[in-house]
């Protein structure tokens, strides 16, 4: 039996240093993350001395715990580890594929030796991944824990609440650290987290912040509350929050339909992810199918980076930047290429708030049924915010807005001393051939006409070009913007790419699906697993696959 495992030093070595890109060339440069993988799973070894406590749902805690007699419980496991403390701690709990297991990891209090020889729960036999029915209680606490638990590998368990999104008092979290103990070097890989009100939140303290916490080629599912039309301002659970964290990997991961439930509302406190912006440093976010939010998708308030992941169908997919003020977020950069936003509804696409540096390079927004698709977002009525040093390039933005609305705006006041400077706007597509927006491009002051530089663009919309541009004081053409922002290359032209309307459904058919329904599409990346792995339903074949309609 062979198990996987990240190596979590060598990989945060990696990943916590500053991912190279050239500014000047505009070269992506993917991240870069050395492991001992075998065929995209991770492998590590057991330290001498330690137990392999086998659990299956027919067992008996009074078996010897081998896999021909295996005990039954989990309480039974850690009560053998709590008898068996260090030196000799990088302990396997392996538990039966196929069985069903009614009780919960609770609150745990035990690491493994390294990160090399982590404390490993995973699984044994064949079939599906064993689930944890947690009924009404969370998955796993860390409360009760020492100081630090390090050394953590949760691998290939299906955690499953019971609850339906209501009339619980204190709803179940799926995986919560939230006590104010620190955890360090844990990996979460292979697993499933579904039905919770919130799937994962990971919360350290001020002083106490958890680091390298990896979470890979997991799901993280359905979780949120059911929220009625007569409370749409409730915060109502999200696929996962993070708060006092140096260190987070989140890669080839589904998160999908989470901060609401079916027959609900969706409110604008709920999220697929939510990173917030104190003491959350050191993220890469990538190769993800981030999708079905109740509102954004990724809220990214302290920036990191966010590479070649594949958004569909939330109202606001990405968010960059953020906080209440410039004091609050300064110092905040971000990294963000290669990603693929289709299909996205309703508010905007990106959003850029309070953000000190950084680039949005070589990305694809196309088809989203949003108001706003780019957002630079300065504007702040009673608190100054800045957008700084941002390099915009090489992206395409294809069919994206709504009539009545901007597809491209420049926001911020000069009288509330909202800012924006130095921010480049540089060889992208703006094409919007079968969209009516009210402009193609805005600013919301005449002021902000100085902070763009633009060079190499290309635009074009179904509406009268004299209509295109806003300069914060009148409409006007590519002639009057390109002036009022001193471009001399920038052209107007409708772009013929080689095949626009990619999507899931024609990328389905592509397989050979004879049903290429969306709600299909879901259902196999939700067959993903170590043992049914399929490339074709990761984040970068399919967005190789929507981007190849585009670029040659």
């Known amino acids: ?23 000047l060339s505009g070269q992506a440069v993917a991240p870069s993350l050395s492991t001992t993988q075998t065929s995209g799973w991770s492998s590590f070894t057991q330290a001498p001395g330690s137990l392999t406590i086998y659990l299956s749902s027919s067992g008996n805690d009074n078996n010897p715990c081998t896999q021909t007699q295996p005990c039954k419980t989990l309480t039974h496991a850690k009560d053998l580890i709590k008898n068996n403390p260090k030196p000799h701690n990088s302990h396997w709990v392996l538990l039966k594929k196929g069985d069903t297991f009614s009780e919960t ?13 982590p404390l490993l729960i995973s699984s044994y036999g064949t079939g599906p991944r064993p689930i944890l029915n947690t009924g009404l209680s969370g998955g796993l606490e860390q409360c009760n824990a020492p100081t630090v638990v390090s050394n953590l590998a949760i691998v290939g368990i299906h955690f499953k609440s019971a609850y339906t999104g209501s009339g619980v008092q204190w709803p179940p979290t799926g995986i919560n650290l939230v006590c104010g103990k620190k955890a360090v070097n844990w990996l979460f890989e292979d697993d499933i987290i579904e039905n919770y009100k919130f799937g994962m939140v990971l919360q350290g303290s001020s002083g106490k912040n958890n680091q390298n916490i990896v979470i890979r080629r997991s799901q993280i599912r359905n979780n949120g509350d059911l929220v009625p039309t007569s409370t749409p301002d409730a915060i109502a659970g999200s696929g996962m929050y993070v708060i006092h ?91 963000v290429r290669d990603n693929v936003v289709i299909n996205n509804i309703n508010t905007w696409g990106v959003v850029f708030e309070n953000i000190e540096g950084g680039i949005f390079f070589h990305n694809l927004l196309t088809h989203n049924d949003v108001a706003i698709a780019l957002y630079v977002d300065a504007f702040s009525s009673d608190k100054g915010k800045k957008v700084k040093d941002l390099r915009i390039a090489n992206n395409i933005i294809y069919d994206s807005g709504k009539p009545g609305n901007d597809a491209v705006l420049f926001g911020g006041t000069q009288s509330s001393g909202s800012i924006l400077q130095r921010i480049e706007f540089s060889s992208n597509d703006v094409q919007l051939p079968h969209v009516s927006p009210q402009r193609l491009l805005a600013h919301q002051d005449s002021f902000l006409g100085s902070a763009v530089q633009s060079s190499n663009n290309r635009f074009f919309a179904a509406t009268n070009e004299n209509t295109w541009f806003w300069t914060g004081s009148l409409l006007t053409n590519l002639a009057g913007w390109k002036s009022f922002v001193a471009d001399r290359s920038s052209v107007a032209t409708l772009v013929a790419y080689p095949d626009p309307n990619r999507d899931t459904s024609t990328y389905m058919g592509s397989l050979g699906y004879a049903d290429t329904s969306y709600s299909n599409f879901i259902a196999q990346l939700k067959l993903q697993s170590k043992d049914t792995w399929k490339p074709e339903f990761t984040a970068p074949v399919i967005n190789a696959y929507i981007r190849a309609g585009f670029w040659q």
């Open 1 to 23: 039996m062979h198990f996987f495992i990240f190596v979590l030093v060598i990989l945060f070595v990696c990943f916590l240093s500053s991912l190279p890109f050239d500014h």
């Open 105 to 117: 990891l609770g609150h745990w209090d035990y690491g493994g030796i390294s990160p090399l020889q």
């Open 245 to 335: 964290i140096d260190g987070l990997v989140l890669e080839e991961n589904l998160f999908y339909h989470n901060g609401w439930r079916d027959g609900g509302i969706k409110t604008k406190f709920s999220h697929n992810i939510y990173l917030d912006n104190e003491n959350v440093t050191n993220v890469t976010v990538m190769k993800n199918v981030i999708a079905d939010g109740a509102n954004v998708g990724i809220q990214l308030r302290n920036g990191g980076i966010l590479y070649n992941n594949f958004f569909m169908g939330n109202q606001v997919p990405i968010s960059l930047g953020g906080g209440d003020s410039w004091t609050d977020s300064k110092h905040v950069h971000v990294d």
